[in-house]
């Protein structure tokens, strides 16, 4: 082979590999001759397929007498997986394998399940945001949404025997219709590094509010809300839960004060244990699990370098689900896959210690993973209530959750956490540091403070499609949303509120600087 081809041969390699590397290491078996296989797509960390797929398959094999096996294609975003499916969607649609009403034959999709990622998310996939079919009735052509799950059809007397009331805080635990079944609890916590707050004189956080302390300036680590769904909903709770007006404050001030806005929701928990970071905002499975890593054996968790908590009372607590997937291989496994998950030995496997001699049996079988602690809450309240001892987190997620219902803003929060802060991060925090320091001096003029804090908190206006201008409040926010639909308008919208952010960070500065040099007209 010649070196100029070389090149080209070894990205062929990478770009067919892509799909083997994307794979779990563990969790996927070899399946014997006509065995049947689950296929499963999930952004969950390897880990949980490492436990979830043996142990699946062992009470298949007890429970229904076959074999099974199970192979896991991930770990994926969120985001990226809805796009694959999208597109195989679509082009079952345009192929005829779906027809308009949505019938089609198992094996038309490449995956029978989608498992994790938040209700945000598998409620996308219920409306079948991005996949539609076309049918023409009465000689008019009639476009409507094809839901890429399918309702899992248990009884409801099963469903109350796994969940009893349907509501956590203000949250689902399943779809009534079944389109997803929630089978963990996702909180969305703080982080933090308990020897860097103490060196800046600061304590154990116990609120979001503790993320907006001007000592931690270029000590906060976030990830950026348009590239992750999960911090997306710990914003959005933020906003929910404190008001419009205090919430949108506590976003901008705990974004003034960010290291960084990382692309994966994963990046904040390490950093903050290497001291790359004093808090974040994390998946509470992430934070614990990190905190984890790094504990001394028979360390009190109190004493860890790094903790994490859910502020009570407003925390978000979201079920993290599965849908069954219309088309998919194997309909009545998928069935039985979420079955296993909500069993006592399925949800043992989220927050039991690995097994061992001192480990529960239940029907002959001891319970908990055989090789990683996940630290995830289970969705089941018998988890909490006959199994507490068993649990490695003592947190009952039922007591901690918030009961204020969304706002409704989710929408907002990437557009304008991008304009105001992620594409502005150096002029907000620079803006931000003169707005401190204007603060803390006693003899700063109060009037030049007043127009500083103004201009900092300003909201730009949205140009409307007749040309008026739409204010940023929430009683005209359904206008400034609609206001975003049309070829480019967002993007355009995006880019002027980039700019209007900056120029108020720019007049800040100024005006603490003229004040400062007493040059103020």
Known sequence: MSLRILPLFVVFLLIIGVPFLLRPAGGSSVPGKGVPRLIIITPHVTQISAEFGPAFEAWHQRTYGSPVSVDWRGPLGTSEIIKLLQSQYIAAINNGAIDPMGKCKPGTIDYDIVFGGGSFDHGRLKAGEGVSTKEVIDGKVVSRNLSMSVPAGFPQAKLDEWFGKNEIGSALLYDPEQYWIGNALSGFGIVFNRELL??????????????????????????????????????????????????????????????????SSTKPPIDISLGEGAIGLAIDFYGRSQAQ?????????????????????????????????????????ARRFVEFVLSIEGQALWNFHVQSDKSPVLDGVRLGPQHYELRRMPIRRIMYEKYWNYLIDQVNPYELASTVKPAGWRSAIGIMMGAFAIDNSEEQRSAWRALNEARADSSFPKDVLSRMETAFYAWPMTIAPDGKEIPFTPETFQAVRNAWKGPGVQRRAEIAYARFFQQQYREVVRLFEQARTKVLP
């Open 198 to 263: 103490s060196r800046i004189g600061l304590k154990d956080p116990t609120s979001f509010e503790d993320l907006t302390n001007p000592k931690l300036q270029g000590l906060v680590a976030l990830a950026d809300p348009r590239q992750s769904g999960s911090i997306s909903t710990a914003f959005d709770a933020v906003l929910s839960n404190y008001g419009w007006e205090k919430g949108w404050r506590l976003l901008r001030e705990m974004c003034a004060n960010a290291r960084y806005f990382t692309n």
């Open 293 to 333: 890593a790094i504990a001394k054996p028979g360390e009190d968790p109190a004493h860890v370098r790094v903790g994490y908590i859910d502020p009570k009372g407003t925390a978000s607590i979201d079920a993290d689900p599965i849908s069954i997937m219309r088309g998919g291989p194997n309909p009545e496994i």
